[in-house]
């Protein structure tokens, strides 16, 4: 238990130094917001995967240099690495402390790490399962949209097979927008990566900044579901969409993708602020994200 906490241990300073790096790029407002969206996969990567190819473009070869060792796991076609940045053991496969005393420490720390991440599992399960539950008695509308007096802002439940949810009271003024949003959502398959999100969190539930990332993460999905429909949008319609964005602001959940859940303000306005990409544009934060995906996502030159 000892090894093992210590390998998700690297893992989430690994994933923590990534997710920062995303906190610097998500302030530069002329990046398109799905794409900000898309980054936050790298963390997301880092928190569960310690093997990378070594790459002598890596970011972490800056980085090794001072605070991490990269252990070579495998030399093939690509050389596969491990970076252990806390570096309290003597060999790696498997792994052999340095003292005694830090055989004990992990083994304590493992241990309470592993109650704790379950508990969180099985809590996050349970609440995610009387959700739906308490809306198994919603009104078929039509297709895959059902209405409900138990929610209070429209969203999509489930993951294998989505439903739209619509509070009694909404407004048949809004609910073109409404639906365009929620398939967004769904066609992104939204509600997945919540639920990984959450769990990644309750894995790492020691790392403060986990949960700071997890935060930011669910509000950057609504600013791009939002641009993913103004994609489609006339600029007329803008405060139309806006006007919906308002009246079914009051809703949010961490297990369903809500219309009105994350943070009005900022995303009133990005939606008034709004342009389309030219293709020009798109083919250059295209290859911006491709180039800091390869320097993130790869690890260190073994050495």
């Not at 996969?41 to 800056?62: C, D, E, H, K, T």
């Not at 439940?157 to 398939?183: C, F, M, T, V, W």
């Not at 539930?205 to 939002?226: G, H, Q, R, S």
């Not at 600029?235 to 969409?241: F, I, L, N, P, T």
Request: charged content about 15%; aromatic content about 12%.
């Amino acid at each position: 238990m000892g090894a093992i906490f210590y390998w998700v241990l690297n893992m989430s300073i690994l994933g923590s130094v990534t997710g920062i790096l995303i906190l610097l790029f998500r302030r530069i407002r002329i990046l398109p917001r799905f794409g900000v969206y898309l980054l936050w996969m790298l963390p997301l990567v880092r928190f569960w995967i310690p093997v990378g190819i070594a790459n002598q473009y890596s970011l972490l070869n800056f980085i090794s240099h001072f605070t991490t060792k990269t252990v070579v796991v495998r030399k093939s076609v690509f050389e596969y690495t491990m970076t252990n940045a806390i570096q309290a053991a003597e060999k790696y496969f498997p792994i052999e402390f340095k003292t005694e005393l830090l055989v004990d420490v992990f083994h304590i720390a493992g241990m309470i790490w592993l109650i704790v991440a379950v508990g969180a599992i099985i809590s996050s399960v349970t609440l995610y399962v009387v959700t739906k539950s308490a809306l198994k008695n919603a009104n078929h509308i039509k297709g895959n949209i059902y209405i409900s007096d138990k929610v209070l802002s429209p969203a999509v439940y489930g993951i294998l097979k989505p439903k739209i949810i619509l509070p009694a009271n909404i407004s048949d003024a809004n609910i073109d927008y409404i639906l365009r949003h929620e398939q967004v959502h769904i066609r992104r398959r939204d509600n997945l990566w919540r639920i990984i999100a959450v769990i990644t969190a309750c894995v790492h539930w020691f790392n403060p900044l986990i949960w700071v990332f997890l935060k930011l993460f669910f509000t950057d999905m609504e600013l791009a579901c939002d641009a993913g429909v103004l994609k489609h949008l006339a600029d007329d319609d803008k405060k139309g969409y806006v006007a919906a964005l308002l009246a079914c602001s009051a809703g949010k959940s961490y297990y369903a993708s809500a219309f009105g859940g994350s943070k009005i303000r900022l995303r009133i306005e990005n939606i008034l602020s709004y342009k389309k990409l030219t293709l020009l544009s798109s083919i250059c934060f295209t290859a911006f994200f491709v180039v800091i995906t390869v320097a993130i996502i790869t690890n260190a030159v073994g050495g």
